[in-house]
């Protein structure tokens, strides 16, 4: 079964005349497994989709489901899907090692276990020698590496990235979509990323295209689309 399913799904915010429609028929799933990048202009949904995706938001109309993952509620499903964001995330109070932690531990998981899980995330995206700075004392590409290691350290089944490199220059985003992907297939997680830069999607197999808040084909025959 599909870990996302949208069905026609829009989300539409404000009401009346200024309704902004953000995203509108959005039908398509992901497979346990898939590598997806989601392309599409700023302003396009991208966001909105990746959102919904994530239950962080809900549509308003339509329907978003998630078929393939085992789910105690909305306390589950957070456990299940990981979202990395675009901006600086890490807790500045915290080592890198501690906000790998941090999240492991609200999940229940001991301090013994939680401290071996979050050594082994941080290797295997070549973090282990700055494990101990703190975020400030961290690049741009590194500290969103060691925000791909709290992710991952919790075993999601699902990783959804939105424009994960968006602040990063070109070497270094692809160097973090790279250690991502890797990552990620290691642990058999699906992701899906978005970007603007058709240049980060060409890195993932799947392409799906955005424009004015719905899926497109490409023009090009590149990509192949979202499916039923
Ligand atoms: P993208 O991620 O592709 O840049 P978004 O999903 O962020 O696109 O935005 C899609 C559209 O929805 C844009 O027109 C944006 O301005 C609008 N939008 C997004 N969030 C909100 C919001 N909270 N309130 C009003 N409009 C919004
Ligand atoms: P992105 O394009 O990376 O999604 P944006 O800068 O478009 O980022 O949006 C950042 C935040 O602002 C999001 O939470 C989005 O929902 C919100 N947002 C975007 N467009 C609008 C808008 N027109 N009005 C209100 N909030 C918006």
């Known amino acids: 079964a599909p870990l996302v399913r949208c ?35 700023s302003g396009s949904g991208k966001s909105t989709l990746l959102h919904l995706m994530a239950g962080l938001d809900r ?23 990981g979202v990395v964001f675009q901006g600086p995330s890490l807790l500045p109070p915290l080592t890198a ?13 001991g301090e013994d276990e939680a401290a071996s899980r979050a050594r082994a995330a941080l290797e295997s995206l070549g973090l282990q020698s ?18 791909v290691a709290r992710v991952l350290a919790r075993r999601p089944c699902l990783v959804l990235a939105d424009e994960p490199t968006g602040q990063l220059d070109r070497a270094t985003g692809c ?13 058999g997680a699906a992701v899906l990323v978005t970007t603007h830069d058709p240049r ?10 955005m424009a004015d808040g719905r899926l497109v084909q490409p023009e090009t025959g590149s990509g192949t689309g979202p499916g039923p």
């Open 200 to 209: 980060v999607a060409r890195e993932l197999e799947t392409r799906w295209y």
């Open 59 to 81: 549509p308003t109309a339509g329907r978003v489901s998630h078929p393939g993952l085992d789910r105690e509620g909305t306390d589950g499903l957070a456990r299940r899907i």
């Open 175 to 187: 160097q973090v979509l790279r250690v991502l992907l890797d990552a990620a297939e290691e642990l």
């Open 130 to 147: 700055l494990a101990g700075r703190m975020p400030d004392e961290l690049s741009a590409g590194q500290a969103q590496r060691v925000a």
């Open 7 to 41: 069905e026609n799904a829009a989300r539409t915010y404000g009401s009346g005349p200024g309704a902004v429609v953000a995203v509108h028929g959005l039908t398509c799933s992901v497979p346990p497994g898939a590598r997806i990048c989601v392309v599409g202009p």
């Open 97 to 109: 090692a501690e906000n790998v932690v941090l999240p492991l531990r609200i999940d229940g998981v």
